[in-house]
């Protein structure tokens, strides 16, 4: 795994205005970054990447069988009371998962560790799947990159594969918060994915999400029933909105189900640890308030139980906070996971995002930014394997 510099197409942001992807500059500054990229090797990829995702998405799995029958793991999760029928039925009912990516630490030498798993509503999609293979074809072509590089990225082919084994054929309904641009490309994108697969579509925002009581269900704007959705929303959220009520009785199926309000908390980072002590693959975690949590020491990384893009995580080195960020984040509690710091590259800390669809690892995104936290505004550069 190396960081190598490289020349930026000087047409890349035209480019990104013709397919769609309007959120490569975030502020004035730089989301999307080509002026470098990251080379694995294919070793790298296939031992050192893709099969311990694939175990960690086993290990997950076999923690939210565990977790939906028991109310002990179901309070330390947060996760209200008034809902936990909704999500052991949709894991029962064996209501489909679409994609999650999984947030690793690597460097190409030591074991691939697990930092959380955005497992509801997981963005930086479109530039994984799409954006960053437009670069490595016009890369090569350009003679950027060596000829014989290749990228390790299926995302694309696989969400149209699982659209279509997930759903067959009908209608879906997408949304989300289409105000924000980068929520609403993902969705625009996923929209696209399940034409490709034969699906007929329907976008529309979170606010525009009606009830009707007689028959009792959620409706578009002109009343059509919203029989099955993709929401790009998370589940927290849902359970604490002016309709979160109705999702117990609303025939509407949901993706990302029910179910992965569990994975999506970083709750689950300590009861994988109790579940596989000692895996490889894991960092050693605790829920703050949990005595064992002493046992890391001075030195931690603080999570909230829910947050998004690194908001209200704190590093802790020798007791003192290393580096934090602000948020709206923490009411539920927090977690203290092993400090293991991440990979440097020329000054850039980086994290490795292994993307699942219909449960299975296929493409990366890799994320750095001068502070050890991955934010909302740390920087996309693309990857090929050489």
């Not at 090797?41 to 977790?67: H, K, Q, W, Y």
């Not at 996923?190 to 979170?206: F, H, K, P, V, Y």
Request: proline share 6%; charged share 25%.
């Amino acid at each position: 795994m190396q960081r190598i510099n490289c020349l930026e197409r000087d047409d890349w942001r035209e480019t990104a205005a013709q397919c769609g992807f309007a959120f490569h500059t975030i502020d004035g500054e730089r989301y999307w970054d080509e002026r470098a990229y990251y080379g694995f090797t294919l070793d790298e990829i296939e031992r050192g990447i893709e099969t311990p995702s694939g175990e960690i998405e086993a290990m997950c799995l076999e923690l939210v069988g565990r977790v939906i029958g028991d109310e002990r793991y179901l309070r330390r999760l947060q996760i209200p009371e008034a809902f936990w029928s909704l999500i052991a039925e949709s894991w029962q009912r064996g209501d489909r998962s679409l994609y999650g990516r999984l947030d690793l630490s690597y460097d190409g030498k030591s074991p691939a560790k697990l930092l959380e798993y955005n497992a509801d509503t997981p963005t930086s999609l479109f530039e994984a799947a799409v954006f960053q293979w437009s670069w490595l074809e016009q890369a090569i072509e350009r003679r950027v990159i060596p000829s014989r590089a290749d990228q390790f990225n299926s995302i694309h082919e696989r969400l149209i594969a699982a659209w279509k084994e997930i759903v067959g054929g009908g209608h879906v309904h997408l949304t989300g918060s289409t105000d924000n641009a980068e929520d609403a490309g993902t969705l625009a994108y996923l929209e696209d994915t399940a034409r490709q697969a034969g699906l007929s579509t329907r976008l529309l925002d979170i606010a525009q999400v009606g009830w009707r009581d007689e028959p009792g269900g959620f409706v578009d704007l002109d009343e059509n029933d919203i029989a099955l959705a993709f929401k790009l929303y998370p589940w927290e959220w849902m359970f604490h909105d002016a309709f979160g009520a109705k999702l117990r009785s609303a025939p509407t199926r949901w993706i990302e189900p029910p179910w992965k309000a569990v994975l999506s908390n970083k709750g689950i980072l300590p009861l994988l640890w109790e579940m596989f002590p000692n895996h490889p693959h894991l960092l050693p975690a605790f829920f703050e308030d949990d005595p064992r949590a002493a046992e890391l020491g001075s030195s931690y990384v603080r999570k909230p139980l829910l947050s998004r893009e690194g908001a209200n995580v704190t590093i802790v080195s020798g007791g003192m906070p290393l580096d934090e960020q602000a948020g709206p984040y923490g009411a539920e509690g927090f977690v203290r996971q092993a400090l293991s710091p991440l990979p440097n590259f020329s000054g850039n800390y980086v994290v490795v995002g292994s993307w699942l669809v219909n449960h299975e690892p296929c493409g990366l995104s890799i994320r750095e930014d001068e502070s050890p936290i991955t934010g909302n505004r740390s920087r996309f550069l693309p990857h090929a394997i050489l």
